[in-house]
């Protein structure tokens, strides 16, 4: 099969530019990172599918201040290895996708 040359003319070629513009546009304001917001929201979701209640009721579970939670999940203090496994086993969540949730890692690419 021989190639084909396609000629494009610059009416195809501007609206093709903008739709790639928007898209660059759109990637480069979503960061590769959960915001401070995003983590807060994931946590309280995941709380709210499991039952726990309260911040209290979820260091009940791990054994972590409720205050030092609060600092892991609005990105004010980073966890220390020794929490990372208690709070993934109460929130059932893995540790990846734990410290995905704590803005640690970057999200996955779908």
Same mark, same amino acid.
């Given at each position: 099969m021989a190639a084909q040359t396609v000629y494009l003319t610059r009416s195809m070629v501007e609206p093709m530019s903008s739709v790639l513009e =928007?898209?660059?546009?759109?990637?480069?304001?979503?960061?590769?990172?959960?915001?401070? %917001? %995003?983590?807060?929201?994931? #946590?309280? $979701?995941? =709380?709210? #599918?499991?039952? /726990?209640?309260?911040?209290?009721? #979820? $260091? %009940?579970?791990?054994? /972590?201040?409720?205050?030092t939670l609060s600092r892991y999940f609005r990105q004010e203090r980073r966890p220390s290895i020794d929490v990372v496994a208690p709070l993934s086993t109460a929130l059932q969540v893995s540790v990846e996708t734990l410290l995905r949730a704590l803005g640690a890692l970057d999200r996955k690419r779908v």
């Open positions: =928007m898209r660059r546009v759109s990637v480069l304001k979503r960061s590769s990172r959960y915001s401070a %917001e %995003e983590s807060f929201d994931w #946590l309280y $979701a995941k =709380m709210n #599918l499991l039952g /726990i209640g309260t911040l209290d009721d #979820l $260091a %009940e579970l791990t054994g /972590i201040d409720k205050g």
